[in-house]
């Protein structure tokens, strides 16, 4: 039952980016102008022939390495943060305007901001970082308030200790909490990230390329970059989240 299911999801996920491939055909055939929308099969081809291109993987590399790493450092921060807002109010009180800042203000007035303190070629970690900090720390603290009240009281009369709490307590309770951030916060970290590449424009980066795309009309490089950045994004979100399922499998086997 859950093969078909599954198989059930891949074919309506395919149909519907076939769909999505003949709205975008159709779309660049009415409109006939190659600097305006390109052809699905123009931008394959050009796609291919980036792989190819001396500085493709220096570039691809440059902000991955930087994006993800500012998705960690809020993955970190937002958990460690939760951690303490979760066992004392004040703190939960007291970074609650940061919190609640950070997710309504315009990512761009945060980069333009932030071009004022760091170098451009670091404004990606920091702008993916204060993105996905909320997300994380938002979703950490609901799961850590959500947790069984009756199991806590019985640690506390057995005298658990804080490993057991976390791993038979804490850890399974946080568990969808912690996957959800994950796969709502990656995206967004990419999103932002690219963001701030094209507006700092750091050489050697796929923010850069975007620019030069923009500068030159060349659609067909802008929507080619475009699917490199979604591939990437889809990716490391495959491969984390995949990592967090098998590291909770492992956890309940244990």
């Known amino acids: ?57 220096s570039s691809v590399s440059f902000s991955f390495i930087r994006i993800v790493s500012g998705f960690l450092l809020a993955l970190a921060a937002g958990s460690l943060f939760a951690i303490i807002a979760g066992r004392v109010h004040i703190v939960e009180v007291m970074l609650w305007p940061f919190m609640t800042a950070i997710k309504t203000v315009p990512v761009a007035s945060f980069i333009i901001l932030c071009l004022i303190w760091l170098s451009s070629s670091n404004l990606s970690i920091f ?24 199991l806590l009281e019985m640690a506390n009369l057995f005298n658990v200790s804080w490993y057991k709490r976390l791993k038979y307590i804490y850890l399974p309770q946080l568990k969808p909490y912690i996957i959800s951030a994950g796969s709502v916060s990656i995206g967004l970290a990419w999103k932002a990230g690219t963001a701030a ?17 923009k500068v030159y009309f060349s659609s067909a490089d802008l929507l080619a970059w475009t699917l490199v950045i979604i591939f990437a994004s889809i990716a490391f979100e495959k491969l984390f989240l995949n990592f967090l399922k098998k590291f909770f499998r492992r956890l309940e086997r244990s």
Do not use: C, H
């Open 1 to 57: 039952m859950n093969d078909n299911n599954a198989k059930k999801i891949r074919m309506e996920k395919t149909a519907a980016v076939v769909f999505a491939l003949i709205v975008w055909q159709a779309g660049a055939m009415l409109l006939d102008n190659s600097m305006l929308l390109v052809s699905p099969l123009t931008v394959i081809k050009r796609l291919f022939t980036l792989f190819f291109e001396s500085d493709f993987l």
């Open 127 to 150: 702008i993916g970082f204060i993105m996905v900090l909320p997300i994380v720390y938002t979703n950490m603290l609901q799961g850590i308030k959500s947790t069984d009240v009756k």
């Open 197 to 213: 590449e094209v507006i700092g424009i750091p050489e050697g980066s796929i923010g850069e390329k975007l620019y030069e795309a």
